[in-house]
């Protein structure tokens, strides 16, 4: 799991940024009007992002969901085992 792309999106207007550039490609004047900040802090996000032409890469994405995917079949045995354990409580009540 790459923590750098996860560092990078915990602030929360570089993570707006991302949610611009899934669009399509923007201007770094045209991110900053739409986020409605200064030109410089705009540029300044998008250097943290690490990218000269403003658009995103879909491996960092896929990569985030591939390490995401371990925890979600976690959870679904967990809340699978919950469905169970309630459905046996409601049962047992009847």
Known sequence: MNTTLLSALAE???LRIVELLRDGPLTVGEIADRLQIRQPLASKHLSVL??????????????????????????????DSLELYLKELQ????
């Open 12 to 14: 929360p207007n570089r």
């Open 50 to 79: 690490s990218r000269r032409i403003y658009k995103l890469r879909s491996e960092p994405f896929k990569a985030l969901n591939i390490w995401l995917e371990q925890y979600r079949e976690i959870w679904e045995e967990k809340l």
């Open 91 to 94: 049962n047992k009540k009847q």
